[in-house]
């Protein structure tokens, strides 16, 4: 046999051989074992990422790509977990999937939030004659129909001082309209100031007096409902809810009550702090109440009824960078992955799953700004706080911008905003008891 037979016989013998081996090489397709990833909320800056691994055994590492672009390595140890992306830009187009060797997940499209217009115009209207006037909260149902309470104390025909106090005032889009909401004297007064109000629409608004009684306004008239008087010892500071059949009130002394229509609920808080604000995500399956002393601070969180403290500090003066730090005055959410929470220091975004971790954004010394009393807002790219010095600051989901600063004489209790409109209430002093309540309204 020639050379060249040979060559080609041991060819022939040798081929399965290597087809063989190349076979058994071959990396194996990915599979996804059912794993999926959506999106499940965007702010401007941040993603949240839902997901789900099916059957897949865990622990298990995956690599995160962010735009066919490896972005960080990730072990999931849940069959059910939510990734958090910081630091994106706003108005952006990301997509993300999870890889590893042997599995891969669908492609997702995330799109960040675009930011808000900080261009406001604004007004200042001012109530009272004699006494301490002051309005402590506001709602707005739209921009021709705005609440605010308080006690507002005028003369009478003849300039004398009249001693029924007006407890709140309306805007109907051309002026203000003092109001006198009786309580049929539940608590023995017919006009008590009002401490707190949530409007669910224009015929469904909440108003709760400092006598602990609750007034209910359907567009027409009043009804008041006295039951809590003995549990408050005082007023609700703060109302939140879905409906009229289905709120919340806050008070001091850890106070927590549920209304479900029919009946009130005190759900036990596990802490004696004066609580001073509650909001809840938009199905209401998570609501948060927070509140602080002098010497305490708590963040409180509801699901399904029953009361969890998430965080409590027995030194709310101390600075702890990356930590809640300061007395929790106000907190705000409008979604179940985190909340804002602010405190005399700073304005925190906290996830939900938090135990007093949270990312510092406000970018300013408040004691110099002073505004973060209160804080509400509409989305992520459209949040308002107010407080000392008479001071609106405005986050359009990126950037702070300071709204509106008058003076130390101004201290505003309470903002909120809705649809381009901001609304803030307080008061400025003008002497030793003498103080006049003062609304400051912002329109895009």
Not at 283 to 290: A, F, K, T
Not at 358 to 373: A, C, M, S
Request: net charge negative; proline share 2%; aromatic share 12%.
């Amino acid at each position: 046999m020639s050379l060249n037979s040979l060559t080609k016989l041991l060819a022939l013998l040798l081929l399965p051989l290597l087809f063989s081996a190349v076979s058994c090489n071959k990396p194996t397709e990915p599979h996804t074992g059912n794993l999926t990833i959506t999106v499940e909320d965007a702010s401007c800056t941040e993603v949240w990422l839902a997901v789900n691994t099916g059957n897949l055994s865990l622990p298990n590492n995956f690599v995160l790509y962010e735009n066919n672009t490896r972005k960080k390595d990730i072990t999931l140890t849940q069959g059910e977990t939510v990734i958090v992306i910081e630091n994106l830009l706003p108005k952006q187009n990301y997509s993300y999937k999870l890889m590893n060797s042997d599995n891969v997940s669908n492609e997702t499209l995330a799109i960040t939030l675009d930011t808000t217009s900080h261009n406001f115009t604004w007004e200042t209207f001012e109530f009272g004659e004699y006494g301490n006037s002051v309005l402590y909260d506001v709602a707005i149902i739209d921009e021709n129909n705005i609440w605010a309470v308080g006690e507002i104390y005028m003369n009478d025909s003849l300039g004398n001082p009249d001693h029924n106090a007006y407890n709140a005032v309306h805007w109907d889009g051309q002026s203000w309209e003092l109001k006198r909401i009786k309580t049929n004297a539940c608590g023995g007064v017919d006009y008590p100031p009002v401490k707190a109000i949530f409007a669910f629409s224009s015929s469904d608004i909440l108003f709760a007096h400092i006598d602990g009684s609750i007034s209910n306004y359907n567009g027409i008239k009043f009804t008041n409902d006295c039951s809590l008087i003995t549990q408050l010892n005082g007023s609700a500071n703060k109302i939140w809810g879905k409906s009229n059949s289905d709120f919340y009130v806050v008070s001091g002394n850890g106070f927590i009550a549920h209304w479900n229509g029919s009946s009130w609920k005190k759900i036990e808080s596990g802490t004696n702090v004066d609580l001073l604000d509650v909001w809840g995500t938009p199905d209401g399956s998570i609501v948060w109440v927070s509140g602080n002393n002098l010497n305490k601070t708590v963040l409180i969180k509801i699901e399904n009824s029953k009361a969890t403290i998430v965080f409590e500090s027995h030194y709310p003066w101390q600075v702890r960078k990356g930590r809640i730090s300061g007395g929790i005055s106000s907190i705000w959410t409008d979604s179940k992955n985190f909340i804002y929470a602010t405190t005399h220091i700073t304005v925190y975004r906290c996830l939900s799953n938090t135990n007093g971790d949270g990312k510092e954004i406000y970018p300013y010394e408040d004691y110099l700004k002073g505004g973060t009393v209160r804080i509400r807002g509409t989305a992520a790219n459209d949040i308002v706080t107010c407080g000392s010095n008479g001071s609106i600051l405005h986050y359009n989901g990126y950037r702070w911008q300071i709204e509106h600063l008058t003076d130390a004489s101004t201290y505003l209790w309470s903002s909120t905003v809705k649809e381009g409109v901001v609304v803030a209430v307080g008061d400025r002093y003008e002497g030793i008891f003498d103080y006049r309540a003062v609304i400051i309204v912002g329109k895009k």
